[in-house]
């Protein structure tokens, strides 16, 4: 846990946090960072993948396998993300 909330404090270099560069190790595996900004981490590690969004009190972090479509899931995630945004969580 302590590298995601390390990504979201990186501010970056030139629009590229290190956490772009050096990968995303969840649950001793490594995941390729394919979008990294103030909001959302997006990781991929072959055809399964991670998506982190942060709202106002948590952080939604979620796995999805290789069955699942990376932009079903990223939709998915972000949605929940802007409701709970809504009702001030």
Do not use: C, W
């Amino acid at each position: 846990m302590a590298a995601v909330v390390a990504a979201y404090k990186d501010p970056g270099t030139d629009g590229v946090k290190k956490v772009q560069s050096e990968g995303l190790h969840i649950g001793g595996e490594r995941f390729v960072v394919i979008k990294a900004d103030e909001r959302s981490v997006y990781g991929k590690k072959g055809r399964e993948g991670v998506v982190i969004v942060k709202t106002i009190q948590a952080l939604l972090v979620t796995h999805y396998p290789e069955t699942v479509q990376p932009g079903v899931a990223a939709n998915t995630v972000e949605q929940l993300a802007d409701y709970l945004i809504g009702v001030g969580y």
